[in-house]
């Protein structure tokens, strides 16, 4: 019966760890400060009713903050920029960061933790870390509304030799799509493309290179929506060529002049021509001549097709696939010279004209439209266009545009800017979708094998993370997600459920 405590002994203890417990800050404050001018231990407990024990306990936090705010620091260290309470939600954010921001590997986060902060983390811990933040990052991605979308831009990224489908708004580069796949055919590009449709994905257009399985795809699933061709990767399949017949060029020169060089050495030394090489030198000047005039005319053709036809300031779409046409039967005349470079490039432009096309047909329906919107004669949006095609160094433009600041005064000003606006919204490449594939690159070779929520948070993250600097003003201090919605959205580490860290 001894061991248990009685009433009388339980009931000051008690009482005392009770008054402890709710003793404000200011009271203990003062009861430290009391202790540290030496009043009685013993008093100051019984006047506030709690133990002697708790009184040191105050006492020592008292004499630790002293000792640490009047710590003098070495000469060598560096002085305290600020405090950073470093908690395990903080830690989860810095290990997305590193993932995400930093594109550093799984081992790298671990490295890191254990040599600056002294914190051993394992790799499964990380990994875990990654696998919370997919759920969330997921369903914020499938919530997403892309009725928005007004061009949209398709392309195919490999990893491992498994197909990666991409797809982006052109106009806030908003990653819509990114989906690691098996195949890369119709039925596959059809499923997710139907998947989109139910968040609303109804653009007016898109924009892709000439894979088949990714034209058949949409054509299933948006056949009313048309498919731009890539003038980019038009110009890398045409540009080969010049650069082809021109170093055969260099290299008939190279030819001639060292056969010219023998015969002028076989001469000197012996008074008179050889035969032998006179006929090969007449064989090689002829070579050199059709080598110099087809470099010429395949460099013309293919200027023409680069700066005239597929540019933005050009003509109207009848001319355009006039001159486009006359450009591939040229083509088709100087196939003999050099067939197996040369037939590839008109073949691949005989069978493209419509879909690289397309952007200067809808370019003629805008302006119509703007026409009309202003009651102008389309006559006056042909001229506004053809003036502003050509450069501001020459004085024709100024001429022309003189006189029709003359005949329509205040009205061609802004039938100039909105014609100018016009031209600005073209869209002829998927810039958009190479410069997103670049930098998914520069994660996907961290990973030989991907999966999709890996990609699923990579997607979060590329979407709702806000641009530091961009060619376009407008794009800057803003996200895809916001510039496609139109509507400030929250810090991504927010939307995860966490609270960034900010200084006092």
């Not at 006929?279 to 087809?294: F, H, I, P, S, V």
């Not at 545009?401 to 800017?417: D, T």
Request: proline share 5%.
């Amino acid at each position: 019966m001894g061991i248990l405590a009685s009433p009388s002994t339980a009931g000051p203890q008690t009482s005392a760890a009770t008054s402890a417990r709710q003793l404000p800050p200011q009271a203990r404050q003062q009861l430290a400060l009391d202790a540290l001018a030496r009043l009685p231990i013993t008093q100051l407990a019984d006047q506030h009713h709690v133990s002697r024990k708790f009184v040191y306990q105050q006492l020592h936090h008292a004499q630790h903050a002293l000792e640490h705010a009047f710590q003098t620091p070495p000469p060598d260290q560096p002085d305290l920029l600020f405090w950073l309470p470093v908690t395990k939600p903080w830690l989860r954010q810095l290990v997305l960061g590193l993932t995400l921001i930093s594109h550093s590997s799984l081992r790298g986060v671990c490295e890191l933790l254990r040599d600056l902060f002294d914190y051993p983390l394992s790799i499964g811990t990380v990994h875990n870390i990654l696998r919370q933040a997919i759920s969330t990052a997921d369903r914020i991605n499938r919530q997403q509304d892309l009725t928005g979308v007004r061009i949209g831009a398709h392309d195919e990224i490999f990893q491992a030799a498994q197909p990666v489908l991409v797809g982006a708004d052109v106009a806030s580069t908003y990653c819509y799509l990114l989906s690691l796949e098996e195949h890369r055919d119709a039925d596959t590009w059809g499923v997710r493309l139907l998947e989109l449709t139910e968040r609303g994905f109804h653009p007016q257009a898109t924009i892709a290179d000439f894979a088949g399985g990714l034209r058949a795809g949409q054509a299933e699933v948006l056949p009313d929506v048309p498919c731009r061709g890539d003038v980019f990767h038009a110009l890398q399949t045409a540009m080969p060529l010049v650069r082809y017949v021109e170093n055969r060029a260099y290299d008939a020169i190279a030819s001639r002049s060292r056969l010219q060089d023998r015969q002028a050495r076989s001469e000197h030394r012996q008074g008179r021509k050889d035969l032998s090489l006179a006929g090969q030198l007449r064989y090689a000047r002829q070579a050199e001549t059709q080598a110099l005039t087809l470099a010429d005319e395949i460099a013309t053709l293919i200027g023409w097709l680069r700066q005239d036809i597929l540019a933005v300031r050009g003509s109207d779409y009848a001319s355009r696939c006039a001159l486009y046409d006359w450009i591939v039967a040229e083509l088709r005349l100087r196939e003999p010279h050099c067939p197996h470079k040369i037939r590839p490039v008109r073949c691949f432009l005989e069978n493209r004209r419509d879909d690289l096309l397309a952007f200067a047909k809808q370019l003629d329906g805008d302006l119509l439209g703007l026409a009309e919107e202003l009651a102008v004669p389309t006559t006056l949006v042909e001229d506004v266009r053809q003036v502003l095609n050509l450069s501001t160094s020459r004085p024709e433009r100024w001429q022309r545009e003189k006189a029709l600041w003359q005949r329509w005064g205040s009205r061609y000003g802004v039938l100039r800017e909105a014609v100018a606006e016009r031209l600005g919204q073209v869209v002829r490449a998927s810039s958009v979708i190479e410069n997103l594939n670049s930098r998914l690159r520069s994660y996907f070779f961290l990973r030989r094998h991907l999966g999709g929520d890996y990609l699923s948070l990579l997607q979060f993250f590329l979407n709702h993370r806000r641009f530091v600097r961009s060619e376009h003003g407008e794009r800057v201090g803003k996200s895809p997600a916001e510039l496609l919605t139109g509507q400030s959205q929250p810090h991504w580490l927010e939307l995860l459920g966490y609270r960034p860290f900010s200084r006092n």
